[in-house]
Nanobody
Framework: QVQLVESGGGLVQAGGSLRLSCAASGRTFSSYVMGWFRQAPGKEREFVAAISWSGGSTYYADSVKGRFTISRDNAKNTVYLQMNSLKPEDTAVYYC???????????????WGQGTQVTVSS
Protein backbone atom coordinates (compact mmCIF):
# COMPACT_ATOMS: atom_id res chain seq x y z
CA GLN A 1 0.00 0.00 0.00
CA VAL A 2 1.27 3.46 -0.94
CA GLN A 3 -0.12 6.80 0.20
CA LEU A 4 0.66 9.85 -1.89
CA VAL A 5 0.47 13.49 -0.83
CA GLU A 6 0.98 16.31 -3.34
CA SER A 7 2.07 19.84 -2.51
CA GLY A 8 3.39 22.93 -4.24
CA GLY A 9 0.36 24.05 -6.20
CA GLY A 10 -0.82 27.63 -6.28
CA LEU A 11 -1.53 30.69 -8.37
CA VAL A 12 1.10 31.89 -10.82
CA GLN A 13 1.18 34.28 -13.76
CA ALA A 14 1.66 33.03 -17.27
CA GLY A 15 5.33 32.46 -17.98
CA GLY A 16 6.05 31.65 -14.37
CA SER A 17 7.19 28.45 -12.68
CA LEU A 18 6.05 26.05 -9.99
CA ARG A 19 7.48 22.86 -8.57
CA LEU A 20 5.10 20.20 -7.41
CA SER A 21 6.14 17.54 -4.94
CA CYS A 22 4.58 14.20 -4.17
CA ALA A 23 5.63 12.47 -0.97
CA ALA A 24 5.01 8.75 -0.74
CA SER A 25 4.69 6.54 2.29
CA GLY A 26 6.01 3.02 2.41
CA ARG A 27 9.39 1.41 1.97
CA THR A 28 8.88 0.24 -1.61
CA PHE A 29 8.65 3.63 -3.31
CA SER A 30 11.67 2.88 -5.47
CA SER A 31 9.88 -0.06 -7.07
CA TYR A 32 7.03 2.05 -8.47
CA VAL A 33 6.69 3.89 -11.73
CA MET A 34 5.46 7.38 -10.86
CA GLY A 35 3.27 9.60 -12.95
CA TRP A 36 1.68 13.03 -12.95
CA PHE A 37 -1.78 13.63 -14.37
CA ARG A 38 -3.99 16.70 -14.45
CA GLN A 39 -7.69 17.40 -14.71
CA ALA A 40 -9.23 20.70 -15.71
CA PRO A 41 -12.89 21.52 -14.97
CA GLY A 42 -15.20 19.69 -17.35
CA LYS A 43 -12.37 17.69 -18.89
CA GLU A 44 -11.06 14.18 -18.50
CA ARG A 45 -7.95 13.43 -16.50
CA GLU A 46 -4.94 13.58 -18.81
CA PHE A 47 -1.40 12.29 -18.67
CA VAL A 48 1.38 14.80 -18.02
CA ALA A 49 4.59 12.89 -17.31
CA ALA A 50 5.96 9.62 -15.97
CA ILE A 51 9.26 8.36 -14.63
CA SER A 52 10.65 4.88 -14.23
CA TRP A 53 11.54 3.38 -10.87
CA SER A 54 15.20 4.28 -11.27
CA GLY A 55 14.59 7.69 -12.80
CA GLY A 56 16.46 6.62 -15.90
CA SER A 57 13.46 6.87 -18.20
CA THR A 58 10.94 9.65 -18.50
CA TYR A 59 8.02 10.35 -20.78
CA TYR A 60 6.01 13.52 -21.38
CA ALA A 61 2.81 14.58 -22.99
CA ASP A 62 3.44 16.65 -26.11
CA SER A 63 1.68 19.61 -24.51
CA VAL A 64 4.29 19.92 -21.75
CA LYS A 65 7.43 18.60 -23.44
CA GLY A 66 10.28 21.07 -23.09
CA ARG A 67 8.53 22.99 -20.30
CA PHE A 68 7.98 20.40 -17.56
CA THR A 69 10.52 18.07 -15.95
CA ILE A 70 9.71 15.04 -13.84
CA SER A 71 12.28 13.72 -11.38
CA ARG A 72 12.42 11.57 -8.29
CA ASP A 73 14.50 11.13 -5.16
CA ASN A 74 14.09 7.57 -3.95
CA ALA A 75 15.98 8.33 -0.74
CA LYS A 76 13.28 10.87 0.11
CA ASN A 77 10.35 8.89 -1.30
CA THR A 78 9.43 11.93 -3.37
CA VAL A 79 8.66 12.66 -6.99
CA TYR A 80 8.74 16.18 -8.41
CA LEU A 81 7.26 18.04 -11.34
CA GLN A 82 9.12 21.21 -12.28
CA MET A 83 6.83 23.35 -14.40
CA ASN A 84 8.30 26.27 -16.35
CA SER A 85 6.84 28.67 -18.90
CA LEU A 86 3.37 28.02 -17.53
CA LYS A 87 0.35 28.81 -19.68
CA PRO A 88 -3.27 29.45 -18.71
CA GLU A 89 -4.18 26.13 -20.33
CA ASP A 90 -2.00 24.38 -17.72
CA THR A 91 -4.60 25.31 -15.10
CA ALA A 92 -5.88 22.10 -13.51
CA VAL A 93 -5.77 19.90 -10.46
CA TYR A 94 -2.53 17.94 -10.64
CA TYR A 95 -2.38 14.38 -9.31
CA CYS A 96 0.54 12.10 -8.74
CA UNK A 97 0.11 8.37 -9.13
CA UNK A 98 2.08 5.18 -8.57
CA UNK A 99 2.07 2.06 -10.65
CA UNK A 100 3.63 -1.32 -10.03
CA UNK A 101 4.02 -2.56 -13.59
CA UNK A 102 5.36 -0.49 -16.44
CA UNK A 103 5.16 3.11 -17.58
CA UNK A 104 1.82 3.96 -19.20
CA UNK A 105 0.13 7.17 -20.28
CA UNK A 106 -3.38 6.06 -19.40
CA UNK A 107 -4.80 6.57 -15.88
CA UNK A 108 -4.31 2.88 -15.06
CA UNK A 109 -2.24 3.52 -11.99
CA UNK A 110 -2.59 1.68 -8.71
CA UNK A 111 -2.42 4.55 -6.23
CA TRP A 112 -3.40 8.22 -6.42
CA GLY A 113 -2.87 11.34 -4.37
CA GLN A 114 -5.60 13.81 -3.50
CA GLY A 115 -4.43 16.44 -5.99
CA THR A 116 -3.11 19.98 -5.81
CA GLN A 117 -4.57 22.97 -7.65
CA VAL A 118 -2.46 24.88 -10.15
CA THR A 119 -3.92 28.10 -11.53
CA VAL A 120 -2.13 30.09 -14.21
CA SER A 121 -3.42 33.60 -14.81
CA SER A 122 -3.04 35.39 -18.13
Amino acid sequence: QVQLVESGGGLVQAGGSLRLSCAASGRTFSSYVMGWFRQAPGKEREFVAAISWSGGSTYYADSVKGRFTISRDNAKNTVYLQMNSLKPEDTAVYYCAARVLGMVVTPHYDYWGQGTQVTVSS
